[in-house]
């Protein structure tokens, strides 16, 4: 089992930059695929983007694609979500995931540990 912490969440303006970082510990990370989700108030949680271990294969929804990037780092066990232009509509909380898919995947069932969550707020 892997062990998530998310930080790097807050509160800016739309147009504004964040990086959320994950940081994972027990598990054995570097053949994990990563994922980040979110969950704003009264919807689902939705995917945002992956990474697998290689950091070859990696997928975005499309609501991100061109202003989110994701990318980890092996040797820190660290996953991170540079999420540049933002919109109010990316207010949510964001989880960071792992699995043991060897490629990017996009459903939340495909992954079996999670962190608790950071709460990024846009403002218009």
């Known amino acids: 089992q892997v062990q998530l912490v998310e930080s790097g969440g807050g509160l800016v303006q739309a147009g504004d930059a964040l990086r959320l970082s994950c940081a994972a510990s027990?598990?054995?990370?570097?053949?994990?695929?990563m994922g980040w989700f979110r969950q704003a108030p009264g919807k689902e949680r939705e995917f945002v983007a992956a990474?697998?271990?290689?950091?070859?294969?990696?997928y975005y929804s499309d609501s991100v694609k061109g202003r989110f990037t994701i990318s980890r780092d092996n040797a820190k066990s660290t996953v991170y979500l540079q999420m540049n232009s933002l919109k109010p509509e990316d207010t949510a909380v964001y989880y960071c995931?792992?699995?043991?898919?060897?490629?990017?995947?996009?459903?939340?069932?495909?992954?079996?540990?999670w962190g608790q969550g950071t709460q990024v707020t846009v403002s218009s």
């Open positions: 027990g598990g054995f990370f570097s053949s994990n695929v």
């Open positions: 990474i697998a271990w290689g950091g070859r294969s990696i």
């Open positions: 995931a792992a699995g043991r898919a060897i490629v990017a995947v996009t459903t939340v069932s495909r992954y079996d540990d």
